[in-house]
């Protein structure tokens, strides 16, 4: 198997960071962009995309300013990866940025970054961000 490898990506939002955790954390908020629907038992979320679905346990959480998932698989390599959203705000600014942190096959990057391109994208309009 393959190793994953980690890669990064920084997204300017017009939110409050307490409204946008709403939205990264709670199964009502990830249903409006990141799948069709999510259901939350314990630390276990599904998440539905059409016929299939995915499990994650949240690995920990940080109240309006991240979350980290980590997606149960039952591959041996499973608790080496995460995704995670983390919350940043200038003192000076106030301006808030989103920060993804993923994991990928190195051949699959690009396109798993443009994939988070686009969730963000449904986030933003989803907030009234531009």
């Known amino acids: 198997?393959?190793?994953k490898k980690e890669f990064v990506l920084e997204y300017d939002f017009q939110s409050s960071p307490q409204l946008l955790f709403q939205y990264l954390s709670t199964p009502s908020g990830l249903?409006?962009?990141?799948?069709?629907d999510?259901?939350?038992?314990?630390?276990?979320?599904?998440f539905f995309w059409g016929e299939s679905e995915e499990y994650a346990r949240v690995?920990?959480?940080?109240?309006?300013?991240?979350i980290r998932f980590q997606w149960i698989n039952g591959e041996s390599d499973e608790e080496d990866y995460f995704f995670e959203f983390?919350?940043?705000m200038d003192e000076i600014?106030?301006?808030v940025s989103l920060i993804v942190t993923d994991?990928?096959?190195?051949?699959?990057?690009?396109e798993a970054k443009l994939l988070w391109d686009s969730l963000i994208s449904d986030l933003?309009?989803?907030?009234g961000s531009s």
Do not use: A, P
């Open 1 to 3: 198997m393959s190793q």
């Open 31 to 36: 249903s409006e962009w990141f799948s069709d």
């Open 38 to 46: 999510v259901n939350y038992r314990g630390e276990k979320y599904t």
């Open 59 to 66: 690995l920990s959480k940080k109240q309006n300013e991240k």
């Open 86 to 88: 983390r919350i940043q």
């Open 93 to 95: 600014t106030k301006d």
């Open 103 to 110: 994991f990928s096959d190195e051949e699959e990057i690009e």
């Open 124 to 127: 933003k309009q989803v907030l």
